[in-house]
């Protein structure tokens, strides 16, 4: 595809066969939810061997609603040699032993409905393990699985050396290429060795994937997380990738080529537009809700755009594709105007047709309140969830959960096994196990060894602490925060930010009859500030941060608005 073209683009029974057609529910339900993504590994340990489960989720099912949580997502509970702690999937249509059974899901999906929370699945189409019975036929030569996975013939070296079809490099650091003895060639994967890519350019695979998300749709599920879309197509020519130009990077970096021929080729955007049709068609078959596709994508904002969908709507992709700059683009100095701008940046670039989303975390990058430090956890939850649109929460930042602390000999991330690297890119510190009270292991079970070690800071910072607590905790911001999105100003209001000075933001929603605005502090001072041009003198406090010493009702001077250092309000007016 031309690039210029590109550019142009900018239970167990299903509910059909079940004879029961549920009532129709709000479509847009998902417009001005609150998304909170599950570790499951990490959450709650039932069964006390060490790894959380489905029944542990089932266990905690009244967290949700306590927090205003609308739908709880996923990460990858599927069948899974866990090389890549289940982003390596050696079938699609069960569940691990490690999670539970598929009834452990329905009963969750159950319990969860029951108190309005619907349930969203990790969808991992690029690559299956190389457990996957359709890689050990393709490896056999299968004639049905023989292309389901791109394989490719060796180079010959000068030397006659065997070498791979190009240059192509895995995430993982390294060729992306890995020799196959008994088929006699090299496959390719994209990530981890043990994760070869699926072949898109299969109509079969196209098909079978297709299946997957009506198998899981037949049992209730509400929508799909869809896992590291930007790589579904390669270039079907394996073309070597010219150099980034990127300095310090050596030839075995991912960051050492760029990927023109292995990442957002035009193909996988019509392919996200193609799954969108197969949910779209589920919801009109079926009734319910609107079933609902998530999409990850770290990649440039013009590409981003092209997963919602085209520009003018003709064809839709994913009803959200996360946006990734609030953990892209700041980090712990980042000023005021730092922030206003890459939020704006955002609201500038989004179509009109399509809905915005935040995210502060997730389970590949550093905790927030770790990363942006915890003083500044309230505010930040105070400025997601007053700007338009879906708010996504990795779990634990509600209460402000930091990374943990984790050894090497203790990782698990096989994208850090060099010792050398990895303290600077595991991704075991921010996924270690969730607090949640001063128990052993923090509650998260009673008493086996956790997967990954639990944090020392569980005695410091843990949800039954925060719930039971006297006075004012993050916890509590949270639930005040998700009480209020359904203020008519949050769903539809006008929304304003900007830096007031170099540390202060403001986060503005309006309509013709009041505001609501956010007012905060990002900096290691304190600041006094006018805001009167945004905040009514006929105003009251609805929400302060942690540390603040203001209480809820109370009234500021707009003209004269002194915050202590990481000091944050909602303010009404």
């Known amino acids: 595809m031309r690039l210029e073209t590109l550019a142009t683009l900018l239970s167990v029974c299903s509910l059909a066969a079940c004879g029961t057609t549920p009532k129709e529910e709000d479509p847009d339900w998902w417009k001005h939810a609150t998304f909170y993504q599950i570790y499951p590994r990490s959450f709650q340990d039932s069964t006390n061997d060490g790894i ?30 866990q090389v890549d702690q289940g982003y390596d999937i050696s079938n699609y249509t069960d569940i691990d032993s490690d999670y539970g059974t598929i009834e452990d899901l ?67 650091k390294n060729s992306a290429w890995t020799w196959n003895e008994e088929r006699q060639q090299y496959y390719l994967h994209q990530f981890a ?103 990850e994508a770290y990649t440039d904002a013009d590409k981003i755009m092209l997963y919602y969908g085209t520009a003018d709507g003709s064809r ?47 389970h590949d990058n550093h905790r927030v309140a770790t990363r942006l430090g915890p003083g500044n956890i309230d505010g930040l939850n105070m400025v997601k969830a007053l700007l338009p649109g879906v708010a996504v929460t990795y779990n ?13 000999e203790e990782g698990q991330d096989p994208s850090a096994r060099d010792p050398a690297i990895f303290d600077q890119v595991s991704r075991d510190f921010e996924r270690t196990p969730y607090q949640w009270d001063e128990s052993v292991n923090a509650g998260f079970n009673t008493g086996a060894k956790p997967w990954l070690p639990v944090s020392e800071k569980y005695l410091e910072t843990n949800l039954q602490d925060e719930k039971e607590s006297n006075g004012s905790s993050h916890y509590k911001v949270y639930q005040a925060l998700a009480k209020i999105r359904s203020d008519p100003i949050l769903v539809s209001g006008d929304v304003e930010v900007k830096a007031v000075d170099e540390y202060t933001l403001l986060v503005k929603r309006s309509n013709e009859e009041a505001s609501l605005v956010v007012v905060f502090n990002v900096g290691d001072a304190e600041v006094t500030v006018d805001v009167s041009a945004d905040v009514a003198e006929d105003n009251s406090v609805k929400i302060a941060s942690v540390d603040s010493s203001r209480e809820a009702g109370s009234v500021v001077d707009p003209a004269s608005l002194k915050l202590d250092a990481h000091e944050a309000l909602v303010i009404a007016s």
């Open 316 to 362: 839709l992709g994913a009803h959200f594709t996360f946006n990734f700059n609030l953990i892209t683009d700041i980090n712990i100095n980042s000023t005021a105007e730092d922030i206003a701008s890459s939020i704006n940046k955002w609201l500038d670039g989004i179509p009109e047709i399509y809905t915005s989303n935040w995210v502060l975390g997730n």
């Open 396 to 408: 634990g930042e509600e209460i402000g959960q930091e990374d943990g602390e984790v050894s090497y």
């Open 193 to 295: 060795s043990a994760q070869p890519d699926l072949n898109y350019r299969n109509p079969k695979v196209v098909e079978a994937m297709k299946d997957v998300l009506r198998f899981w749709l037949d049992r209730g599920i509400d929508g799909f997380r869809i896992d590291a879309v930007p790589y579904l197509f390669e270039d079907p020519d394996l073309q070597d990738e010219p150099l980034s130009n990127s300095t310090g990077y050596n030839s075995t970096d991912y960051e050492y080529l760029d990927h023109i021929y292995t990442k957002d080729l035009y193909d996988t955007f019509d392919m996200i537009y193609q799954w969108r049709q197969v949910v779209d068609d589920y919801t009109k078959e079926n009734g319910g809700s609107t079933r609902v596709l998530m999409t």
């Open 106 to 172: 329905q009963k969750l999906v159950e319990e969860a409905n029951a108190r309005g929370v619907k349930v969203i699945l990790d969808f991992v189409p690029n690559h299956t393990s190389d457990k996957h019975q359709w890689f050990i036929d393709s490896v056999n030569g299968v004639e049905e699985y023989r292309d389901y996975y791109i394989w490719a013939n060796a180079k010959t070296g000068d030397d006659g050396e065997r070498l791979p079809p190009n240059n192509w490099i895995s995430m993982f």
């Open 52 to 81: 959380g489960d489905l029944q542990g989720i089932i266990d905690k099912i009244d967290l949700f609603p306590d927090a205003g949580v609308d739908a709880v997502w996923l990460s990858p509970i599927f069948d899974s040699p």
